[in-house]
């Protein structure tokens, strides 16, 4: 019976990035003798660059840029080896570059910026995360960066943010940086919530980002009224944009004024590694999260995964496990929580030493198992 383990973990949000997460699952298995292929990934969110830049190669590119806030901040990108940028929203527009949490002046300049210093550089084929934003702004302080134009009632231009897209009276696109045009894009998203209403991005995402009830409202309306703008300056149908709400409404941004295309991001990382020919090759797959919930099986890494195991079984490691044992035995998932009998705020303090822990209680057993099936 072979041995071979695919260690394909997410990050364990606010602890374990998913590189180290992979460092220390694939040394438990090993030390329990298994053959291991180690690829941390993401699905569009934090540590998308640095999950590129390990499965492709290239250099990272660094650059001085407006965060969150307004104020300036140093943000990075990833060319790869083909000259394509990969440039994810969360590092210039972050929830965690801020102090503190601005759900209505959140905004996104500094991921125009990023797109417009790889367009500097000669890149002309984009890839784009855009999970881990601290803004509702649809988008438009990114546009705004690449040149198109937003007018107040008075004829004054400004860089909208959530609170003031309700102020935008006029878009004007003629400014727009020509070299977009002459580009490809590709939003990565693990999302596919609309632009607006009950489902959509101010009331499904602002309140994690620090709106009350009262402001979700407000951003809502906002991006309605400047969904039906966009609409006419491009012509781009915000209801016909599956993923729209994903960032604050960047997703739809992305595709209004870069013609972007949304795909699964964690689609687009398992074709950049290859994973379809490691499945064939695997006996276990072995990923991980921080949460393991209803959401994981919505477009986030685990369900790229499953819907590319071809039979494999599949176990998950996570601080935290939502999914009812039916539901688990359903999916063909086991989950491994690393901190059953500690509290959350210690599991998350101490990550990396408890997933080390379970790891290794896990595959010790795991090879017990796999060695008694070898001899039948």
């Known amino acids: ?22 460092g220390i699952l694939g040394a438990a298995a090993r030390k329990a003798g ?6 941390p990934v993401a699905d569009g969110g934090e540590g998308t660059i ?31 080896p083909n000259d394509e940028a ?57 546009a705004a960066a690449l040149g198109v134009r937003f007018q107040d009632g008075m004829g004054k231009c400004f860089i909208p943010c959530g609170q003031t897209l309700r102020d935008i009276a006029a878009i004007g696109t003629d400014g727009l940086d020509p070299r977009v045009g002459e580009s490809s894009f590709c939003v990565l998203s693990d999302v596919t919530i609309p632009l607006f209403g009950p489902d959509g991005a101010a009331y499904v995402f602002s309140p994690q980002k620090g709106a009350d009830p009262e402001q979700v409202r407000i951003l809502d309306d906002g991006l309605r009224g400047a969904a039906r703008l966009i609409e006419q300056a491009t012509g781009c149908d915000p209801e016909r944009i599956s993923g729209a709400g994903a960032a604050g409404g960047a997703g739809y941004g992305c595709a209004a004024f870069l013609g972007a295309r949304i795909k699964s991001g964690i689609e687009v990382m398992l074709e950049l ?20 919930d209803g959401q994981s099986l919505m477009g986030k890494v685990l369900s790229g995964i499953k819907a590319h195991s071809k039979g494999k ?16 035995r359903t ?34 057993g795991a090879s017990v198992v796999f060695a008694r099936r070898s001899e039948y």
């Open 86 to 142: 990969v440039i994810e929203i969360a590092e210039s527009t972050g929830i965690t570059r801020q102090n503190g949490l601005h759900p209505m002046t959140a905004e996104t300049f500094g991921f125009g910026q990023l797109i417009l210093d790889a367009l500097d550089s000669g890149v002309r084929k984009f890839f784009l995360g855009l999970g881990g934003s601290a803004s509702t702004d649809c988008g438009l302080g990114m």
């Open 313 to 328: 079984p599949i176990v998950s490691f996570c601080g935290k496990c939502e999914l009812g044992e039916d539901v688990l």
């Open 273 to 292: 590694c290859g994973f379809d020919r490691m499945v064939g090759e695997c006996d276990l797959i072995v990923t991980g999260e921080g949460s393991l």
């Open 331 to 364: 999916e063909g998932i086991t989950a491994v929580e690393i901190g059953r009998d500690i509290s959350l705020e210690e599991s998350i303090r101490n990550g990396e030493k408890y997933l080390q822990q379970a790891a290794e209680e896990f595959f010790m």
């Open 34 to 39: 298994f053959e291991t292929v180690e690829v």
């Open 50 to 80: 640095d999950c590129v830049l390990k499965i492709t190669g290239g250099r990272k590119q660094a650059v001085r840029v407006t965060g969150p806030e307004g104020k300036d901040i140093t943000a990075k990108y990833v060319i790869t």
């Open 1 to 22: 019976m072979g041995r071979k383990v695919i260690i394909i973990p997410d990050s364990f949000k606010g602890s374990i990035s998913s590189a180290a997460a992979a």
